[in-house]
């Protein structure tokens, strides 16, 4: 058995620690986050009676784990993927990997250093429409243009996370579109231009951007555009409006997840609601999350490197961080490379 700690007690944590539960080799074991009496509701309602800790580093140094699952805001992911590798834990992290490139290459020196596991969960890869588009992606020949974007309603700064003013729409919502994009094409960015526009959630009290727009340069020639933004209006018929596109020079593939081949009409709403990620049917949990996180489980298990690699993870942080280096002066600015490459 996996012994899992889940570090973060809230959204993302009840929903991994509902997916280990279900598999068969995994059991989470002990859980903890900034405040004890959330670590101890999440405790309460999971399977395995985990233990709970009062911060992730005790639950790190407590010998009860074998691995972690870091659910925290994303600016606190690289502090502990550092002390979790050095205490020869395997980590599932949320993404991003990190927001910021130091912490991204510390973390990924620790990981190589202490030869753990390590897998940002980048859950997309595992949407069957995108593993399809990536099988497919030979037919339209050379990648020439792509764009992305993944807007989400004013409910997710204003009421889903308490944490929005410490990261951007970008972070939170291009990094799946990145980590898909540079997938799909096999090609990693070399320079990037962004902008930000302010406004709408500044005036509500978060200094968030309402949106933001990346212009990619990748190696081999391609380019590409990622919108992300958050202000779309409660009443939209779905939480987030996902759309991705790659031409080649030989075709084009389109995916299009507003709608997941199911619309409710009430007295109240009309919706689109999500079932391609997260759902559970007949009483267990299933979807691309669910893929994700038990892939996780068993490369922990087995020794065998998750798809979605360290240095897959940490470039999308450095493009992320050259995006928003970007918005701050107004020029192109090239993405950092990877120190680790030359020493592979």
Not at 49 to 78: K, M, Q, R, Y
Not at 165 to 173: D, K, R
Request: hydrophobic fraction near 45%; charge should be negative; charged fraction near 20%.
């Amino acid at each position: 058995m996996l012994r899992v700690g889940i570090i973060g007690a809230g959204i993302m944590a009840a929903g991994h620690a509902e997916v280990l539960a279900a598999h068969p080799e995994a059991v989470v074991a002990a859980v903890a986050s900034r405040t004890r009496r959330s670590a101890e509701r999440l405790a309460a309602s999971t399977a395995g009676n985990p233990a709970v800790f009062d911060d992730a580093a005790a639950l790190i140094a407590s010998g009860e784990v074998d691995a972690v699952s870091i659910t925290t805001p994303d600016p606190l992911h690289a502090e502990m993927m550092v002390a979790a590798a050095k205490a020869g834990l395997h980590i599932l992290v949320e993404k991003p990997f990190t927001t910021d490139v130091s912490g991204a290459d510390a973390a990924a020196a620790a990981i190589r250093d202490n030869d753990v596991r390590a897998m940002c969960l980048f859950n997309h890869r595992w949407v069957p429409a995108y593993a399809q588009a990536k099988q497919r992606m030979a037919e339209i020949g050379e990648p020439v243009v792509g764009y992305a974007r993944k807007d989400d309603t004013i409910h997710v700064p204003t009421e889903m996370i308490s944490w929005a003013a410490s990261t951007t729409c970008a972070w939170f919502l291009s990094s799946h579109d990145i980590d898909l994009m540079t997938w799909l094409m096999d090609d990693q960015i070399t320079r990037v231009f962004a902008t930000a526009r302010f406004g709408r959630l500044r005036r509500s009290g978060i200094d968030t951007p309402d949106a933001v727009q990346i212009q990619a340069q990748f190696s081999r020639g391609a380019v590409a555009t990622f919108e992300s933004a958050w202000i779309y209006p409660n009443t939209f018929p779905t939480v987030v409006d996902s759309y991705v596109t790659v031409a080649g020079e030989d075709g084009v593939i389109q995916l299009d997840r507003q709608k997941e081949g199911i619309t409710i009409a009430t007295e109240q709403a009309y919706a689109y609601p999500r079932n391609m990620l997260q759902r559970v049917m007949h009483g267990q949990p299933a979807g691309a999350y669910r893929d994700a996180i038990h892939h996780f489980v068993e490369c922990a298990l087995t020794g065998a490197q998750p798809l979605v690699s360290v240095a897959s993870s940490r470039h999308v942080t450095a493009v992320l961080a050259a995006a928003h280096e970007s918005i701050a002066c107004g020029e192109p600015v090239d993405v950092a490379p990877d120190p680790l490459e030359a020493t592979r």
